[in-house]
């Protein structure tokens, strides 16, 4: 590809981040990496009335999460930060005052309100009816006398089409007729979008504009000032639409929360970058488990697709679990560490590393997301436990059975010096021979007496986890306390 590649990730801070955005920001960072380009990031906040506290950090620290790093940028005590396009309101105002001179934009004293969403919602007709760009010098200087306009509108060609060859979906044209004068500066001394995303992508240089396919629309109005300020056009690749599974509008209720909610709920980033990106891109029509430097290898754009991907949360949660599944139990242990000290209960015993290495090749093939842990091994970090002691008597037991099955598991435990797993099941498999109990039912017993619940990782593991000294111990609770229940 002649010259740099170099693509930016624009978001807007009116909202949390959420799967499409971050899907365009996954998008243009693969690019750039497949042609060792570079990848920006600049916040968008000139819509000033529509700025949402905290969504800048959360969208900057759903990027890091994600391990998608950027090129450039003000240097602040380190890392690059992102570009503000509130940092560089000179450069847009100079720009449409040249515009103004040219000829290609106006003022226009119809339209002083503070965009407020009523404004937002007439903009189209108002341009319609705003006359200001026909106004005599005679009438501008009249109302420049009562009032100083800073609303300044670009003035679209009044025939004629604009095009684009879009790196997706092919050429296409607008005529230019059906497309009404806009603002491109308002009353606050902000730019809007059109303004503003057109001077930053020329000044920084950005090779390809990669953006979602609700933009499209506005491609003939950037074209317009780009042709109209002289500058080299970017190329643009609008990315297909992200929907539910019912092929509505993606929204929460397909499960389109925020970025920073699946981190929280133990989604691992590396099967978010994998799942997003097949939401309008394949490397081929079979493979979907891929390393992230795969992805890179083979990201070009004549593999996303123009049609909308859809959105499909029980894939995604499949995908996870495997990523689960394909990690060392060292790693594993590293990624539950955080979600057990947020979720366990504070009176429990410390999480040790260590013994959290031991753990987890026990959950490994029984969890999904990283938020499950806690619930599946609270008892793996408690003294004894306390349970209803009517839930040792197992399916075809009494009482009497139920603790003489207990106090013979006791004996043997205590009994012995190997706890490895495989002898504890030799071991007790003789036993529960011995009482003519079946494996469901002697099991059944020790599950309960070990756990407090009826359903685990395998029991002799866990017990072998566990160590003899707990074991015993919570065996003699069970016995004390079943036998005081009776």
Request: charged share 30%; glycine share 6%.
């Amino acid at each position: 590809m002649p010259g740099e590649v170099r693509v930016r990730f624009a978001p807007s801070p009116t909202g949390l981040p959420h799967i499409g955005n971050i899907r365009t920001a996954l998008f243009n960072w693969l690019f750039a990496r497949h042609h060792g380009g570079k990848f920006i990031v600049r916040v968008e906040d000139t819509d000033q009335v529509r700025l949402v506290p905290g969504s800048i950090e959360a969208m900057l620290e759903g990027l890091r999460w994600l391990n998608i790093d950027w090129n450039e940028g003000p240097e602040v005590g380190g890392p690059y930060g992102p570009y503000f396009q509130s940092e560089r309101l000179d450069v847009y105002q100079n720009l449409a005052d040249r515009l103004v001179s040219q000829g290609n934009a106006y003022h226009c004293y119809c339209v002083q309100e503070r965009p407020d969403q009523a404004t937002r919602d007439r903009r189209a007709s108002a341009s319609a009816d705003c006359k200001c760009r026909h106004l005599t010098q005679e009438q501008i200087s009249k109302l420049k006398a009562g009032q100083d306009s800073k609303v300044i509108r670009f003035a679209m060609p009044e025939e004629g089409v604009t095009k684009v060859n879009d790196l997706i979906r092919g050429e296409v044209e607008w005529r230019n007729e059906t497309l009404n004068d806009f603002i491109i500066m308002k009353s606050d001394g902000f730019p809007t979008y059109h303004l503003a995303v057109v001077a930053d992508d020329n000044l920084m240089e950005i090779s390809h504009v990669m953006r979602a396919e609700e933009w499209l629309p506005s491609t003939p109005r950037h074209l317009q000032i780009i042709e109209a300020l002289g500058y080299e056009p970017p190329k643009f690749a609008h990315l297909p639409m992200i929907m539910g599974p019912d092929r509505a509008k993606l929204s929460k209720r397909h499960g389109a929360t925020a970025i920073g909610e699946y981190q929280d709920e133990g989604y691992l980033p590396e099967a978010m970058c994998n799942f997003m990106v097949l939401l309008g891109w394949s490397l081929d029509d079979k493979t979907e488990i891929m390393s992230i430097q795969t992805i890179i290898d083979n990201f070009t754009l004549d593999r996303v697709t123009k049609s909308a991907a859809i959105f499909d949360q029980e894939k995604l949660l499949w995908m996870n679990g495997m990523y689960i599944r394909e990690m060392t139990p060292d790693q594993l242990a590293g990624r539950m560490m955080p979600f057990l000290e947020r979720d366990l209960p504070k009176d429990l015993l410390p999480v040790d590393e260590e013994y959290l290495r031991r753990i987890a090749p026990l959950l490994q093939e029984r969890i999904k997301r990283l938020d499950e842990v806690a619930k599946q091994i609270d008892y793996f970090f408690r003294a004894d436990e306390e349970f209803d002691t009517e839930t040792l008597v197992q399916k075809g037991m009494d009482r009497d059975t139920t603790l003489s099955a207990l106090k013979a598991a006791l004996e043997d435990l205590n009994a012995t010096d190997d706890f490895h797993h495989e002898k504890l099941e030799e071991m007790l498999n003789v036993t529960g021979e011995r009482l003519s109990l079946s494996r469901r039912q002697f099991f059944g017993v020790l599950r309960v007496a070990a756990t407090g619940r009826a359903v685990s990782p395998p029991l002799f593991e866990m017990m072998e986890v566990i160590g003899k000294d707990r074991t015993v111990s919570r065996f003699k609770n069970a016995v004390e306390r079943f036998s005081a229940a009776g």
